[in-house]
């Protein structure tokens, strides 16, 4: 079973624009990392908050975790139009006592528009 | 580096035939792992190894075998495939962090 999911499952905004996605999983979890996947690509590592860690920035992409509301989010600021990719958050699996085996989302296709 | 590379990148089996995807990785990490990627939906964990001689199942393990006899290579072989078992698969490795680096993927098409 899915121990995160992403919202919203699309997203469409104008170059410039913010865009924001938010993670929702299920159990204690001691990190959550947010991946990329352009079009027929693999997926490339974004960003890593570790569950004591409350905000965390990476250029233009600023990720939170509530660790209270089992929920992260993560901001794109002044979006381009090479951010348009699928944006997935993972986790470790619930079963799992290894953080390596991740636990993925269906994802939130950003569509960024010149 | 060429990071983890993935051959084939497309094959095309039809049903009860076996094969191969093969998945190497040149940074020297312990940790690999396979994933399928269905339409519309994340990734699930297959198998997984936490370095040579080491693996174990995923989430949907079933239909698969592993093996991992060098830290580099870590092959997935369909026994007998399946229509279900059309996918895009995906190979992963780690190292000292959480951090998984992806291979571009093989897609998979079973008649």
């Known amino acids: 079973s899915q121990q995160g999911e992403e919202d919203p499952q699309a997203l469409s905004i104008q170059e410039g624009e913010n865009a924001t996605m938010n993670c929702s999983y299920k159990t204690s979890i001691n990190n959550l990392q947010w991946y990329r996947q352009n079009s027929g690509r693999g997926l490339v590592h974004l960003i890593l908050?570790?569950?004591?860690?409350r905000e965390k920035h990476s250029g233009r992409l600023r990720v939170t975790l509530d660790t209270s509301k089992k929920s992260s989010s993560l901001l794109i600021t002044a979006s381009r139009a090479a951010d348009t990719a699928s944006y997935f958050c993972?986790?470790?699996?619930?079963?799992?006592?290894?953080?390596?085996?991740?636990?993925f989302g269906s994802g939130t296709q950003l569509t960024v528009l010149p | 580096n060429a990071g983890v590379t993935q051959t084939p990148k497309f094959q095309v089996l039809k049903t009860g035939q076996s094969m191969t995807l093969q998945c190497a990785q040149d940074?020297?990490?312990?940790?690999m792992s396979w994933y399928r990627q269905d339409p519309g939906m994340g990734l699930r964990l297959i198998h997984y190894s936490v370095g040579a001689g080491i693996t174990d199942q995923g989430e949907v393990p079933n239909g698969y075998n592993v093996s991992r006899s060098t830290t580099e290579d870590f092959p997935l072989r369909l026994l007998s495939a399946a229509p279900s078992q059309t996918s895009v698969y995906f190979c992963?490795?780690?190292?000292?962090?959480?951090?998984?680096?992806f291979g571009p993927g093989t897609r998979l098409t079973v008649t």
């Open positions: 992963a490795s780690g190292g000292g962090s959480y951090e998984q680096y």
């Open positions: 940074m020297n990490h312990e940790y």
């Open positions: 993972a986790t470790p699996r619930i079963s799992s006592g290894s953080a390596r085996q991740l636990t």
């Open positions: 908050i570790r569950s004591n860690e």
